[in-house]
Structure formats: C-alpha cells, structure tokens
C-alpha cells in the first residue's frame, strides 16, 4: 500500500511564525504536491516537485516556500503564517503519469 | 480561465437511485487524465475512477461509471444505486502538462436520503 504521512493532524500557530509542513512518502516516486482546502474553493495547488531539489509554483503560491532535499520528503514553509492561511493542507503524490494521486491524511492549520 | 468546473455545489438523491455529478474541465494538452475523488466527513480523499483523454471507452469501477464527452470537454460522474454510504464530498481532477500537474474542481456535496 501507498503510504503519504503528514506530520500533524492538526497544528496551532501564532500570526508571524515560521510554519513547516512535513511530508514523507514511503515510496520512491517523484511527483510530490502540496494544496490547500478551503470550504467553496475545492484543492488549489500551492506548489509541486517532480524530483529532489526541484520546485514548481502553483496557482497560489504567495506566502509559501518548498523544499525537497530528498525524494521521500516535501516541505511546505508558511514564512511568516498569517491568518488567511488558516486551512486544511493535503500533501499528495503520484506514481506515474497515468495513475491516480494518493494523499496524506490532512493538516488542518489555524493560525491565531 | 477554471482548469475544471463543478457547477453543482450540493445535490440530493434517493437511495438506491442514480445520480450524475457534473464536471467540465479546460485543456489545451492532447494528452490528459480525468479522475474522481471522494472526500467523507473523516477527510481522506479516496480515488474512484480514472479517464485518459485517448481512452476510446468510457471508464466503468463497480457502480462508478465515468461519461466522457471529449468534445464538449466534460466528465461526469455517475453513481449508480446510491448508498448512504455514498454521502460525501465529490471532487473531479485533471493531470496535465510536463510536471502532471493536478488540478482540482471546488467540489460537489452529495447527500443521499433514505
């Protein structure tokens, strides 16, 4: 079985902090994605790795970084969380070109 | 422009009747793959079906039926014999371009009455 763990279920930050969303896959895949789920406005794409080192922006990039320094993980860095990124983040990869994503669990931030 | 449309943002059906969830979706990548996800209240977001734009047939997983009409460039969903079980978030996606980027529609809500 696939397996895409995130690192908090849920998580608490105050406005201004630096945020780190960890994911792991257990697999050797490439294709890593990060999005966003707000109620009305479905997943938006934040950012995606199609290999180590390397990063694409999404649709809504801004206040967001990445980083891949190894296959199997794939951060998502709120620099200086704001309130507006209260949300729930879902980390996903996919094994090929004609296969299906496999999320994580979910992580649902709020920021105060 | 919206990579994919949902147009329905909540729907109700009977059990045990059929249901269609709407999905349009905006490409200009000859090579594409369409698929259904469903997120239940717990949050996880389970695959259903997959369509690849060359797929001559509409793609079919047990009471999923996907209703491919590449002209119009839509993909809707159909459930067949609606469980209560069936209750839950519907999202369509597309994969496309060089990195297989995913994108997703807002969703539709489906509630299934007894």
């Known amino acids: 079985d696939v397996k895409v763990t995130q690192s908090s279920r849920y998580l608490v930050k105050r406005t201004g902090e630096k945020v780190f969303l960890e994911c792991v896959q257990d697999?050797?895949?490439?294709?890593m994605f990060w999005y966003r789920q707000d109620p009305g406005l479905g997943l938006r794409l934040i950012y995606f790795?199609?290999?180590?080192?390397?990063?694409e922006k999404g649709d809504i990039p801004e206040g967001y970084s990445v980083s891949r320094e190894k296959k199997e993980r794939f951060s998502l860095i709120l620099e200086s969380a704001s309130t507006n990124q209260t949300s729930m983040y879902l980390c996903?990869?996919?094994?090929?070109?004609?296969?299906?994503?496999?999320f994580g669990q979910g992580t649902r931030l709020t920021v105060v | 422009a919206q990579k994919i449309t949902q147009t329905q943002p909540g729907m109700f059906v009977q059990e045990k009747e059929a249901v269609t969830l709407d999905c349009t979706y905006d490409?200009?990548?000859?090579?594409?793959?369409l698929f259904w996800y469903k997120q239940p209240s717990s949050g996880e977001m389970i695959f259903l079906i997959y369509?690849?734009?060359?797929?001559?047939q509409n793609a079919t997983e047990g009471r999923y039926s996907l209703n491919f009409q590449k002209a119009r460039k839509s993909a809707n969903l159909v459930i067949s014999a609606s469980q209560l079980g069936d209750s839950a978030m519907y999202f369509c996606?597309?994969?496309?371009?060089?990195?297989?980027?995913?994108?997703f529609g807002t969703g539709t809500s489906l509630t299934v009455i007894p």
């Open positions: 996903a990869i996919q094994l090929g070109r004609v296969t299906e994503a496999f």
């Open positions: 697999m050797d895949h490439e294709n």
């Open positions: 790795s199609y290999d180590v080192k390397m990063k």
């Open positions: 490409t200009s990548d000859p090579s594409y793959g």
């Open positions: 369509q690849g734009s060359y797929d001559q």
């Open positions: 996606a597309m994969r496309e371009g060089p990195g297989n980027q995913f994108y």
